[in-house]
Every structure is written in C-alpha cells, then in structure tokens.
C-alpha cells in the first residue's frame, strides 16, 4: 500500500489549502482514509476521516465547519479541503488508511496499518 499526500503548504491565516492523499497498491475493497496531523511537541491528533464503503465522514471539533474531506473513487483519491485556517492548525499532515472498515470511521490512529509521509501546513497569524 503506497499513500501520497500532498498539498501542504505556507499560507496566512484565514486562507485555504487542500490537500490530497493518493492511494494505490491494495487489493481490499473495505477501508477508511483519515487524515492525521501531528504539530511539534504534540501529540498526533486525528483531523478528518471517510469511508470508502459508505462515504461516511468524520470531522474533530477542532476542524468542524471548517475542512471538508471528500473521495474521488475514480482514482483512490482522497482530498482535505481546508479554509479558514489558524495558526494552530500548523503541523505535518499525514494521511493513513484503516482495512478492513465496512462502515463508518474513527480516528483512533492506532487503528490505520498504512501511512503516508506527511504534508508540511504552516499557517502564519
């Protein structure tokens, strides 16, 4: 399994970014896609999540109202489309994928066996 984010980026507070997260190279039909974000000093918070199965969504209060997650089946793609952003939504954003999820999603990290290696998003205030 191969996961490619990207998207990150500088921007000033206020503005927007979206990120995407590439996936290829699995053969299971049941999954999740979240993304994660860890700042530094911090621990990794999960940000957002989606159901390949039933398109469920998830979003932590922390980013509610603000990010949106959506899924491109087409090309197993997942994008994290992110406005309003604030200085404290800095962090590498990483996304991961959870096998065998048939419904819904969680952002238990420990729970997603696949990685990608993180998308740098600065927010300057």
């Known amino acids: 399994v191969q996961l490619q984010a990207s998207g990150g980026g500088l921007v000033q507070a206020g503005g927007s970014l979206r990120l995407s997260c590439a996936a290829s190279?699995?053969?299971?039909?049941?999954?999740?896609i979240g993304w994660f974000r860890q700042a530094p000093g911090k621990e990794r918070e999960g940000v957002s999540c989606i159901s390949a199965s039933d398109g469920t969504t998830y979003y932590a209060d922390s980013v509610k109202g603000r990010f949106t997650i959506s899924s491109d089946n087409t090309n197993n793609t997942v994008h994290l489309q992110m406005n309003s952003l604030k200085p404290e939504d800095t962090a590498v954003y990483y996304c991961a994928v959870d096998e065998g999820v048939v419904a819904g999603c969680w952002l238990d990290f420990w729970q997603y066996e696949y990685w990608g290696q993180g998308t740098q998003v600065t927010v300057s205030s």
């Open positions: 190279g699995f053969t299971f039909d049941d999954y999740a």
